[in-house]
């Protein structure tokens, strides 16, 4: 069962759970599940239960034994998106809420926003349907190759009771690589999501017709993005405040704050 402890350790990763750490909440040693994770031995069925609880999957899907879709990745694709991370990184590295899992949102979110918007890519990188939330593919790998590059520098951090993995942008941001379209998009996703905590912006995204779309483990197409729905499409939050200042206009409002400026930034 090669395929399961490969599954198990990515599980865990993508988590930002340590080997001590996923050990305690089995009730395991870690010696023990690291014959479990290397394929050494028998999971039993209660600690295959409790796996399922920890991960918030089926014993179906842990046990279905399905390989990552396998896609072609240009390499400007992964350069373009290296970029990405360390730009959007150098925008938000330093807030305690942004880990892994956090990042994992911001770099879906303005890929999808972008390309909803424009029917163009920022990247086009691809993200799976893990059980939880959309990530890129291959993450860890693009991580550990801008590491040997210096480009960034991960550290593990204790958060709100759960190791956290995070990253430090360990080189200047390209601001020629993106255009500013692009850029204002990114800027738009980073006030709509940096703030949210690792399971609230989990949470968010199962909520997404893309993500809701696909299979697990299966690529998320980025023409899924044409199904979206309010809050997340940007096309109907575009729609619904230009019809609340329709509504505002109508009503006189903008006419009784014009001379109160501080007050009037709300309304924007």
Same mark, same amino acid.
């Given at each position: 069962?090669?395929?399961?402890?490969?599954? !198990? *350790?990515? %599980?865990? $990763?993508?988590?930002?759970? &340590?080997?001590?750490? @996923?050990? =305690?909440?089995?009730?395991?040693?870690?010696?023990?599940?690291?014959?479990?994770e290397s394929d050494n031995r028998v999971i039993k069925a209660h600690? !295959? *239960?409790? %796996?399922? $609880?920890?991960?918030?999957? &089926?014993?179906?899907? @842990?046990? =279905?034994?399905?390989?990552?879709?396998?896609?072609?990745?240009?390499?400007?694709?992964?350069?373009?998106?290296?970029?990405?991370?360390?730009?959007?990184?150098?925008?938000?590295?330093?807030?305690?809420?942004?880990?892994?899992?956090?990042?994992?949102?911001?770099?879906?979110?303005?890929?999808?926003?972008?390309?909803?918007l424009t029917g163009s890519h920022i990247s086009g990188y691809p993200?799976?349907?893990?059980?939880?939330?959309?990530?890129?593919?291959?993450?860890?790998?693009?991580?550990?190759?801008?590491?040997?590059?210096?480009?960034?520098?991960?550290?593990?951090?204790?958060?709100?009771?759960?190791?956290?993995?995070?990253?430090?942008?360990?080189?200047?941001?390209?601001?020629t690589a993106f255009s500013e379209n692009q850029k204002k998009l990114?800027?738009?996703?980073?006030?709509?999501?940096?703030?949210?905590?690792?399971?609230?912006?989990?949470?968010?995204?199962?909520?997404?017709?893309?993500?809701?779309?696909?299979?697990?483990?299966?690529?998320?197409?980025?023409?899924?993005?044409?199904?979206?729905?309010?809050?997340?499409?940007?096309?109907?939050?575009?729609?619904?405040?230009?019809?609340?200042?329709?509504?505002?206009?109508?009503?006189?409002?903008?006419?009784?704050?014009?001379?109160?400026?501080?007050?009037?930034?709300?309304?924007?």
């Amino acid at each position: 069962m090669l395929w399961f402890w490969s599954r !198990l *350790k990515e %599980l865990r $990763e993508t988590n930002g759970l &340590s080997q001590e750490q @996923l050990a =305690s909440m089995l009730d395991v040693s870690r010696p023990t599940l690291t014959q479990i994770e290397s394929d050494n031995r028998v999971i039993k069925a209660h600690e !295959l *239960k409790k %796996l399922s $609880e920890i991960f918030d999957v &089926s014993i179906d899907f @842990l046990l =279905s034994g399905k390989e990552n879709q396998e896609i072609a990745i240009t390499n400007e694709q992964k350069q373009i998106f290296k970029e990405l991370i360390i730009y959007i990184l150098s925008k938000v590295w330093a807030q305690y809420n942004v880990g892994k899992t956090v990042l994992y949102k911001l770099l879906y979110f303005s890929e999808f926003d972008y390309y909803e918007l424009t029917g163009s890519h920022i990247s086009g990188y691809p993200f799976i349907k893990l059980p939880m939330w959309p990530a890129p593919l291959h993450f860890n790998t693009i991580i550990k190759e801008m590491e040997q590059s210096n480009e960034i520098i991960t550290v593990t951090a204790e958060y709100w009771g759960y190791y956290q993995q995070r990253y430090v942008p360990n080189k200047p941001f390209d601001d020629t690589a993106f255009s500013e379209n692009q850029k204002k998009l990114i800027a738009s996703v980073l006030n709509l999501y940096a703030h949210y905590k690792a399971n609230e912006i989990s949470e968010l995204s199962h909520q997404d017709k893309p993500r809701q779309i696909a299979k697990d483990m299966d690529i998320i197409g980025y023409d899924l993005a044409k199904f979206r729905e309010y809050p997340f499409s940007p096309r109907e939050r575009i729609s619904k405040k230009e019809e609340a200042q329709k509504v505002a206009l109508a009503s006189g409002i903008f006419n009784d704050l014009a001379h109160e400026p501080d007050l009037y930034e709300d309304y924007r």
